[in-house]
């Protein structure tokens, strides 16, 4: 199978490890067939007249225009990608992140498209888009429904994307599926880091985020005070992706403000702290991806999740983590955290669950090998 893939970056590089597009061309070629890449696309102008009209619209109207949905920027795009198909012969055309460049393309060849979330909701939940202006939220809809009409198939990341593509898009079910994300691992960590894995001995709360607020981050806090106030746990707290409210202040509180996924001591840092990490907290408003659990799961660590977005599709409750409600405050991420820390017998057999479920279902290879049947049935 020959599959043209399209991407905005180049998925080969260590840059794109701050996305998917890596693991999703890693899993493509691995399980699915011979893939070629038609990304990056570099346009005149989206990199200068686009970025140039967002920048006057934000000092005049303080909002912002999604430049990279404009119609005369995707048109150009489509032909340079309509060039560069005519070079090979393809079965396939995949596009993984990027949804808008689809819109314009004319071809008879079957696209897949590759989301993690419908347009709708990243308005409403990813501040690059909720402060849009209301014509360019219109045209950048317009041009999204485009794309998703213009795909044969749409692989979506969670339940959660998959019904709102079907009930605010009206694309037929049978052209919408749900394929959980892999964790963003290079390499997956040895089975023994889970099988060894002992609680340690100051309860170490793990909170990677890159918005304080949007992810939950007092709710976070709130349950390194209470573990301590209310349940007498002597708890650490780690953030990691950004720097907390100068009010947040704590002395096992351990800051690492900046996480790039593509900067190899980044990763390493990060691996350390799963490592001495007993539990993922990740309290936020909306999960996007539930990719964190993915990766949380892999090292046996399991994670306490607010039930919004795709986190149900990346969390089994009571399986790999506790699903608790949207509403919850740190006073009940603090009572179930210390109910499992307290319970050695009981937190030992829900790490070795985590790692169980990581190697049967959350994992590159598990999203590879379901991505290739889907493939095999459309062309057939």
Request: aromatic share 8%.
């Amino acid at each position: 199978m020959k599959i043209a893939l399209l991407t905005t970056n180049n998925p080969q590089t260590s840059s794109a490890l701050d996305g998917t597009t890596y693991f999703i061309y890693r899993a493509l070629q691995k399980h699915c067939g011979d893939v070629k890449t038609l990304g990056p696309i570099r346009s005149l102008r989206k990199l200068v007249v686009g970025r140039l009209l967002d920048k006057v619209t934000q000092v005049l109207l303080r909002r912002h225009v999604a430049y990279e949905h404009l119609h005369f920027v995707l048109r150009r795009e489509a032909r340079i990608i309509q060039h560069r198909l005519y070079r090979q012969s393809y079965d396939l055309i995949v596009a993984a992140e990027a949804t808008p460049e689809l819109a314009f393309i004319q071809t008879t060849i079957p696209i897949v498209l590759i989301e993690a979330a419908t347009f709708t909701q990243r308005r409403m939940y990813d501040p690059a888009y909720s402060r849009l202006t209301e014509r360019s939220a219109l045209e950048a809809d317009e041009v999204e429904s485009r794309a998703y009409n213009n795909a044969r198939a749409i692989l979506l990341n969670s339940q959660w994307a998959a019904q709102s593509m079907i009930q605010e898009y009206f694309i037929d079910p049978q052209r919408v599926y749900s394929v959980p994300f892999g964790a963003p691992l290079l390499t997956m960590p040895p089975k023994e880091i889970a099988l060894t894995k002992r609680r340690s001995y100051h309860c170490t709360l793990l909170f990677i985020c890159d918005d304080w607020r949007q992810k939950g981050g007092d709710i976070a806090y709130m349950t390194l005070l209470t573990l301590e106030k209310d349940h007498n746990v002597q708890a650490e707290l780690i953030v990691c992706g950004t720097t907390p409210p100068a009010k947040i202040n704590h002395p096992r509180l351990k800051i690492m403000p900046t996480l790039e996924r593509s900067n190899q001591q980044h990763r390493q840092q990060l691996e350390s702290f799963y490592l001495r990490s007993d539990f993922l907290l990740l309290p936020t408003r909306c999960e996007m991806t539930g990719m964190l659990c993915c990766e949380a799961s892999a090292y046996g660590v399991p994670s306490l999740v607010a039930q919004s977005g795709a986190a149900a599709d990346s969390i089994r409750d009571g399986l790999n983590g506790i699903l608790l409600p949207l509403n919850a405050h740190g006073a009940e991420y603090a009572q179930q955290i210390a109910a499992l820390y307290q319970d050695e017998q009981r937190y030992h057999t829900l790490v070795l669950t985590c790692r169980q479920h990581f190697e049967e279902h959350l994992n590159w290879d598990a999203w590879g090998k379901a991505t290739q049947t889907i493939f095999q049935d459309l062309l057939n």
